[in-house]
C-alpha cells in the first residue's frame, strides 16, 4: 500500500529535492526519515510537467492531504510565470481566484476542499532568478569580498569566450564561488548542509516563514 503525505511539495527538479530539506532542518525543524518525511518533495523533471491543472488536481485530492505547495524558479520572467501559474490553478475549479500579484511573501491559500495551498517563485517572489540566486544570498557575510570576486572572474569569462548564457550567470557565480572553498565544488545541498552556505541567513527567513506557515510546522 502506498504511503499517504499530508504535506507535499512540487518543485522543478533534483536540485531542489536535496536542497531544500537542509535548509528546513537547518532552521530547527526536524525533517523525520526518507519514508516520512515533514513535507514530502516530488521532482517533477522541468517546470512544464509541474505547471499541470490535472496534476495539482490530484495532488490537491488526495485522501488525507493537508497542504500542498508549488516551488519553482522565477527565471527571468516573474511575472509571466505567476500568470501561467494562476491559469492553471483557475483551470483546477478547486483553487480560489489568486491575487493579481504574487504576495512578496509567497502565497498561502486554501483550496475548495479545505486543503491549504502555496506558492513560491525563487528566489523572492519579485525579481528574476533562480534557486541559486536564492542561495547565493546565503553567503555568509563575511565571504562578501570573494563573491564579488567570484562575479568579477566570472563576467571576465565571458570576455574570454566563455559561452554560458547571461540567464545561466547565476549558477555560473555560486558555483564559481564554490570552486574556492574548503572543500573546493561541494554540490549545493553539501555547501548547505556543511554551513558553507549559511541556511540560517536572515535573507532566507521569508522563505523558511512561509514554509513552516503552509505546512504548520
Known amino acids: ?37 515533514v513535507v514530502y518533495i516530488i521532482d517533477n523533471e522541468g517546470c512544464s510537467n ?14 488525507g492531504r493537508s497542504a500542498l505547495g508549488i516551488l519553482l524558479d522565477a527565471d527571468d520572467t516573474p511575472f509571466g510565470r505567476w500568470e501561467s ?22 502565497l498561502i491559500c486554501e483550496a475548495f476542499n479545505g486543503v491549504k495551498f502555496g506558492v513560491w517563485l525563487m528566489p523572492d517572489n519579485r525579481i528574476n532568478g533562480m534557486l541559486e540566486t536564492f542561495l547565493a544570498c546565503m553567503i555568509p557575510d563575511e565571504t562578501e569580498a570573494l563573491w564579488q570576486f567570484a562575479q568579477s572572474s566570472v563576467k571576465e569569462a565571458t570576455n574570454q569566450g566563455a559561452n554560458f548564457t547571461e ?14 572553498q574548503n572543500p573546493p565544488g561541494r554540490q549545493l545541498h553539501q555547501a548547505v548542509m556543511e554551513k558553507i552556505l549559511d541556511p540560517t541567513h536572515p535573507n532566507a527567513q521569508k522563505f523558511v516563514q512561509w514554509f513552516r506557515d503552509l505546512y504548520g510546522l
Open 167 to 180: 540567464f545561466q550567470r547565476d549558477k555560473a557565480n555560486i558555483y564559481t564561488w564554490l570552486a574556492w
Open 50 to 63: 509541474l505547471i499541470d491543472p490535472d496534476l495539482i488536481t490530484i495532488e490537491l485530492q488526495v485522501r
Open 85 to 106: 501559474i494562476k491559469n492553471a490553478c483557475r483551470k483546477t475549479k478547486s483553487i480560489p481566484d489568486l491575487p493579481k500579484e504574487l504576495p512578496e511573501e509567497g
Open 1 to 37: 500500500m502506498a504511503t499517504i503525505h499530508k504535506n507535499v511539495l512540487l518543485v522543478e527538479g533534483k536540485q531542489e529535492v536535496r536542497t531544500i530539506p537542509e535548509i528546513i532542518e537547518a532552521n530547527g525543524i526536524h525533517w523525520g526519515t526518507s519514508k516520512n518525511p
